[in-house]
């Protein structure tokens, strides 16, 4: 199984740009994608049925904003929507999926550049987030979780850490929550695979044009529970596919 993760930055404008084609070249079994800034009143047969797909949206209430879906072929047990708290829910930022195997967690975690205030709401869902993994947990589930994280954990996940030590995205306060996944149970299955890899990013800055320099952040992740972890045999980027300012990211399951 092939699972793919990928913050599009607007589903309508990516399918302009030939979405259902990267599907298709990428053989994901499932496709997790965030940033959709669209309802589903506003997508075309063409987005929200690709063949061979089943589809699931969340969109934020607010028009054009923030948003997710999930593509799969392989029919989940059940669909859920949110983390069941109203704050973050209305966001459209999360879609749990269950499978035979594993709980699936696509998440469009807050950004906080815009100002203290956005800082603590995100910081307020990673605790909501944390919480929904305990409980996870608790009723013994296999967890894997995939998304735009917008946190990098580490100086080596970012091109320049001391120039951006004071931005949010690699705050202390932020980066302190990776190491809180880790000490809940959740691999970084990307440096569990990759651990001393450099210059690995999945997105870069439009307005710099830092694409073309590979001057970028490890923001979008895989985590998964250390058993489901155990058996992923690549965790990386499909570094070359364009269409955003977002790679997607990806595990393979045998």
């Not at 906080?112 to 205030?117: I, L």
């Not at 998304?147 to 580490?154: L, W």
């Not at 120039?163 to 690699?170: D, E, M, P, Y």
């Not at 320099?213 to 596919?241: L, Q």
Request: proline share 3%.
């Amino acid at each position: 199984m092939r699972i793919v993760s990928w913050n599009v930055n607007g589903i309508r404008a990516i399918a302009k740009k030939g979405f259902a084609d990267r599907l298709k070249e990428m053989d994901a079994d499932i496709v997790c994608i965030q940033e959709t800034k669209a309802s589903i009143d506003q997508l075309e047969a063409g987005i929200t049925n690709i063949d061979g797909y089943q589809s699931y949206f969340h969109s934020a209430e607010r028009k054009g904003y923030s948003g997710t879906a999930i593509y799969t072929r392989v029919s989940p047990l059940s669909v859920t929507y949110g983390l069941g708290v109203d704050e973050f829910d209305h966001e459209g930022r999360t879609i749990i999926a269950t499978f035979e195997d594993f709980v699936l967690l696509n998440i469009y975690f807050p950004n906080g550049t815009s100002g203290d205030e956005r800082i603590a709401f995100k910081l307020r869902f990673y605790d909501c987030f944390i919480d929904k993994i305990l409980e996870l947990k608790k009723l013994g589930k296999q967890i894997i979780v995939c998304g735009d994280v917008n946190t990098a954990h580490n100086e080596i996940d970012l091109s320049n850490p001391k120039a951006n030590s004071k931005l949010s995205g690699f705050l202390p306060e932020e980066r302190v929550y990776i190491d809180k996944f880790i000490e809940i149970g959740l691999v970084d299955t990307f440096r569990k695979l990759h651990p001393d890899e450099t210059e690995k990013y999945s997105w870069w800055s439009y307005k710099t044009f830092a694409r073309d320099r590979n001057v970028g952040w490890r923001i979008d992740y895989f985590f998964a529970t250390k058993e489901t972890a155990s058996r992923i045999t690549e965790s990386n980027m499909f570094s070359d596919v364009m269409g955003s300012d977002h790679c997607p990211v990806f595990i393979d399951i045998p």
